[in-house]
């Protein structure tokens, strides 16, 4: 199956407030989504893990689920 043709979501994540005053599991949950400053918009796949690590930062980011 190619890249292309997979069946995931893709969720689109933007950083919208400072890491300052983040604790350390926040910043690399922020580093592993990719996210590196205020403004910066990533894709991901959408799944249970990525969720988890959305959640954990939801008050950093803002997310637009896929309209499909």
């Known amino acids: 199956m190619s ?3 997979k069946s995931d ?3 689109r994540v933007t950083q919208t407030r ?3 005053g983040a604790d350390k ?3 690399a949950t922020l580093r592993s989504l990719g996210l590196r400053r205020i403004g ?3 894709g991901v796949a959408d799944g249970p893990q990525i969720r988890g690590m959305l959640h954990r930062v939801r ?3 803002h997310v637009e689920e896929p309209t499909t």
């Open 3 to 5: 890249p292309s043709a």
């Open 9 to 11: 979501a893709s969720i």
């Open 18 to 20: 400072s890491r300052n």
């Open 25 to 27: 599991a926040q910043l």
């Open 40 to 42: 910066h918009t990533v």
């Open 59 to 61: 008050h950093l980011v």
